[in-house]
C-alpha cells in the first residue's frame, strides 16, 4: 500500500536558519506529493503541491521538488520565521483512477519550533 | 474566502455515550472525506464520499461509526458507542471532485473529542 515516511521531530530552529524536513514515500505510479501545514488549534493548510516527477512546489518561501528516483519530496525554506512554527505534514495521493484517488495518506508529521 | 465549516469544536463525553459532528464543505464541492486524527500522528481517512454516495469506507469502524451525506451537501458523522480510543480530532475536508491531480483538499478546523 502507499505510505509517506517524515524525518523524526522535533526540529527547533533560530530564526532565519535553513529548513529542511525529510519526507519519502512509497506508492505505486506517480502519485501526486503534497506539503501541509497544521498551526495550532487550527485545521490542516495546504502549503504546497507538485504532481509530476521533477515538479518544484512552492509557496510563502517554502520549497520542494518531486523526486521519482528517490522517492522524495523533501521541504526546505530558506530563512525561516518564528511565525513558520506549526506541524508540517507531508502527503500524497494516487493519480490513478478508482476508489482510491484523491485519498490523502499523511507522513506522521514534524514538530518545527522557531525561536527568535 | 469559503471555508469548510465543522461544529462542534470540542466534544467531551462518557464512554458508552453516543457523538455527532457536523460538517459543511465549501459550495459546489463534491468530495467530502471525514479523517481522523490522533494525537502525534498525520490523519488516516475514515471515509470519503462523492456526493451522497460512499466511495472508500474502508477504514470505517462500522460496527460503531456511522457516516451519510444525506443530500449530498452537508454531512454527519457519528460514533455510538464511544470508546476511550476513540479521543482524536475529527477533521473533515472537502473538494471540487473533478478527479484532477490539481484537486485539492480543504480542512476545516476539526473537532477535537475527548472520551473519558
Known sequence: GNSVTQMEGPVTLSEEAFLTINCTYTATGYPSLFWYVQYPGEGLQLLLKATKADDKGSNKGFEATYRKETTSFHLEKGSVQVSDSAVYFCALTPNAGGTSYGKLTFGQGTILTVHP | ?116
Open chain 2, 1 to 116: 474566502e469559503a471555508e469548510v465549516a465543522q461544529s462542534p469544536r470540542y466534544k467531551i463525553t462518557e464512554k458508552s455515550q453516543a457523538v455527532a459532528f457536523w460538517c459543511d464543505p465549501i459550495s459546489g464541492h463534491a468530495t467530502l472525506y471525514w479523517y481522523r486524527q490522533i494525537l502525534g500522528q498525520g490523519p488516516e481517512l475514515l471515509v470519503q464520499f462523492q456526493d451522497e454516495s460512499v466511495v472508500d469506507d474502508s477504514q470505517l469502524p462500522k460496527d460503531r461509526f456511522s457516516a451519510e451525506r444525506l443530500k449530498g451537501v452537508d454531512s454527519t458523522l457519528k460514533i455510538q458507542p464511544a470508546e476511550l480510543g476513540d479521543s482524536a480530532m475529527y477533521l473533515c475536508a472537502s473538494s471540487l471532485g473533478l478527479g484532477l491531480s490539481t484537486d485539492t483538499q480543504y480542512f476545516g478546523p476539526g473537532t477535537r473529542l475527548t472520551v473519558l
